[in-house]
């Protein structure tokens, strides 16, 4: 039971078999179902899903705007689920900023400091510590509303950090912004959050965003948390066919498994990963980790070119073994122009050894 305690005080936040269902009856529906997660303290943790699949609403219940159906909300161990909003050392960012246009951004920034009843020398200290931080020391005194959006952004920002919250949530804070600015965002926001050592919990449903801001990832579909682990985790070790297909390109293989031994279509055989059952499996390997020979030599699994897809940095091929089944191949700088592959081509296929993931469901 100590242990418990102790290793709960070393999270961040906790959410245990959390439910939040909303209406009634036939109509009810079950927005979180059964969600269980432990975010550490200091990392940056996104959840990723897409649309409706109760990202905000887990973000809700641990700011305090929404109670669980059923269900507990930890903060660093202690239970804050029915703790009002403004009792919890959160600070929530929203996609709409929601700054005040007739105030300057030093007022924006010190707003909620000076509703806390903060001494003013204290507040003022802050706030330039804040401007510091976002870069934004020249816009002190201009008003909110006279501000780009990547500005208004950074303001937004520097008031919600402003009260030194122990949990920075984000919902989707940049999904206003433009591509480019959007890309120089997220290095500001990872660049924020090393810099401040709070723990910050994002919600996106941008995979790539996903991949390349986080400590870990939280994948959510349909209300159930699907896995979560660091972005390489559940790039290359996906659990389930959701989680592999809503994160980059993937082939899915029908393979037989005797516990050691795969084999696919076509005869060709792999090594299984460690604790596969034996039976028929679902085995997926992303693109990049299929390998093509220009003609079929022993080892490899023949197929056939049928698409061939210049893109820039790297040829895609679309191709189909003997039985009809597809497999998607994308080779990366080692096959230039005049080397590539013809549609209509026989070629080798082989899978980069231990690429292969088998998968649960
Ligand atoms: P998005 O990316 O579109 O914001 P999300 O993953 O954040 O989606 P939620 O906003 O958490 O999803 O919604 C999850 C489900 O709960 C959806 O089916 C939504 O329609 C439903 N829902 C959310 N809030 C309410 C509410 N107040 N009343 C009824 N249903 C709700």
């Known amino acids: 039971k100590?242990?418990?305690v102790t290793l709960s005080q070393q999270n961040a936040v906790e959410a245990r078999n959390?439910?939040?269902?909303?209406?009634?009856?036939?109509?009810?529906?079950?927005a979180?179902?059964?969600v269980s997660i432990e975010i550490r303290k200091g990392e940056f943790f996104t959840l990723l899903g897409p649309s409706g699949c109760g990202k905000t609403t887990l973000l809700r219940l641990i700011a305090?705007?929404?109670?669980?159906?059923?269900?507990?909300?930890?903060l660093e161990g202690a239970d804050i689920t029915y703790l009002p909003p403004n009792q919890r050392p959160v600070n929530t960012v929203f996609q709409s900023y929601a700054?005040?246009?007739?105030?300057?951004?030093?007022?924006?920034?010190?707003?909620g400091l000076q509703m806390q009843g903060r001494p003013k020398a204290e507040?003022?200290?802050?706030?330039?510590?804040m401007l510091a931080l976002v870069k934004l020391e020249a816009m002190a005194s201009r008003k909110t509303s006279q501000l780009s959006g990547g500005q208004q952004q950074r303001v937004a920002l520097a008031r919600a950090l402003a009260p030194s919250p122990k949990v920075l949530l984000l919902d989707e804070p940049l999904s206003a912004l433009d591509l480019k600015l959007r890309r120089e965002m997220q290095g500001e926001l990872k660049r924020l959050q090393t810099e401040t050592g709070i723990t910050f919990i994002f919600v996106t449903h941008d995979q790539e965003e996903a991949l390349t801001m986080s400590?870990?990832?939280?994948?959510?579909?349909?209300?159930?948390?699907?896995?979560?682990?660091?972005?390489?985790?559940?790039?290359?070790?996906?659990?389930?066919?959701?989680?592999?297909?809503?994160?980059?390109?993937?082939?899915?293989?029908?393979?037989?498994?005797?516990?050691?031994?795969?084999?696919?279509?076509?005869?060709?055989?792999?090594?299984?990963?460690?604790g596969t059952k034996a039976g028929q499996v679902t085995v997926t390997v992303r693109p990049e980790q299929v390998k093509l020979s220009p003609t079929p030599e022993a080892g490899t699994l023949p197929a056939t070119v049928r698409g061939v897809v210049y893109m820039g940095t790297d040829m895609n091929y679309q191709l189909h073994l003997a039985d009809g089944t597809e497999i998607e191949a994308c080779v990366v700088s080692d096959v230039t122009g005049e080397a590539a592959l013809a549609a209509g081509q026989t070629v080798g296929v082989r899978f980069t050894p231990g690429a292969a993931q088998v998968l649960e469901d």
Not at 18 to 30: I, L, P, W
Not at 64 to 74: C, W
Not at 99 to 111: E, K, R, S, W, Y
Not at 238 to 256: C, D, K, Q
């Open 215 to 274: 400590d870990r990832i939280g994948v959510m579909s349909a209300g159930k948390l699907q896995q979560v682990g660091t972005p390489r985790e559940i790039y290359t070790r996906p659990h389930n066919r959701f989680v592999a297909s809503f994160i980059g390109e993937t082939n899915f293989l029908p393979a037989t498994s005797d516990g050691s031994t795969l084999t696919l279509p076509g005869g060709y055989q792999i090594e299984a990963p460690a």
């Open 64 to 74: 305090g705007f929404e109670m669980p159906t059923s269900g507990t909300i930890l």
């Open 32 to 34: 979180l179902n059964d």
């Open 18 to 30: 959390a439910v939040k269902a909303f209406g009634q009856g036939d109509n009810a529906v079950r």
């Open 99 to 111: 700054l005040f246009p007739h105030l300057t951004v030093a007022q924006n920034i010190g707003f």
């Open 2 to 4: 100590r242990e418990r």
């Open 123 to 129: 507040v003022k200290a802050t706030v330039d510590r």
